[in-house]
Each structure stands twice: as structure tokens, then as C-alpha cells.
Nanobody
Framework: QVQLVESGGGLVQSGGSLRVSCAAS????????MSWVRQAPGKGREWVSS????????FAADSVKGRFTISRDNAKNTLYLQMDSLKPEDTAQYYC?????????????????WGQGTQVTVSS
């Protein structure tokens, strides 16, 4: 069965860096676009970033562009999100998700599998 397991979250000071990972199993990872989505307390889900199947094309929300970098290692079936220059407003639960075939990479409604999430907290 498809599984997505995030790790690497934690507490970091404003301006700091953190890398979260998502280990995928149960499907051919290299065939799918993958995305990161976050949800802050009391707010809706927010698309953060996506990467195409091969890893050569990446996409990011304006709120994180220039600070966050998505990448993947298809040999290791792992998705990453490197977060630099973190701000308190980046505090959220971060989820990795698989984009369904033919779906829009930036639309969470088009994701068919989700991880359980990892908490990122940025202190001011």
C-alpha cells in the first residue's frame, strides 16, 4: 500500500533552517509529481511547493519562493523540503502528498495520498 512518512520537523529560531523529508513506499515514486502542503493552526491548507516526476522542474508558492527548496531523490524514494530564512509565520504542520495522474500540482484537491505530517515551529 502507498505510504508517505514525513520526518525532520522541530523547533527552530527565526532566521534558521530546517530540512524535512518524506519517505515514500508502495508505488513507483519516480512516476509522480510530489508536493508539500502546510496547515497552520486555525487556517486552511496552503500549497507550498511541488516537483515534477524527474526532479528537474520545481514550483513554489510566492510566500516561500527564494527561501524554500524542494527536491527529490528517486533512487531513495525520498522527497525533501529545505527551509531557510524561516519566519514565525512558517509555523505549521507540513505534509507531503502525491499528485494524482493528470492533476494540478498546486491544488491539494488533486492529491491522492498524504503523509501524517511533521510539525515545524519557528520562534521569534
Amino acid at each position: 500500500q502507498v505510504q508517505l512518512v514525513e520526518s525532520g520537523g522541530g523547533l527552530v529560531q527565526s532566521g534558521g533552517s530546517l530540512r524535512v523529508s518524506c519517505a515514500a513506499s508502495g508505488f513507483t515514486f519516480s512516476n509522480y509529481y510530489m508536493s508539500w502542503v502546510r496547515q497552520a493552526p486555525g487556517k486552511g491548507r496552503e500549497w507550498v511547493s511541488s516537483v515534477n516526476a524527474g526532479g528537474g522542474s520545481t514550483f513554489a508558492a510566492d510566500s516561500v519562493k527564494g527561501r524554500f527548496t524542494i527536491s527529490r531523490d528517486n533512487a531513495k524514494n525520498t522527497l525533501y523540503l529545505q527551509m531557510d530564512s524561516l519566519k514565525p509565520e512558517d509555523t505549521a504542520q507540513y505534509y507531503c502528498a502525491r499528485v494524482r495522474r493528470g492533476g494540478a500540482y498546486s491544488n491539494p484537491l488533486h492529491y491522492d495520498y498524504w503523509g501524517q505530517g511533521t510539525q515545524v515551529t519557528v520562534s521569534s
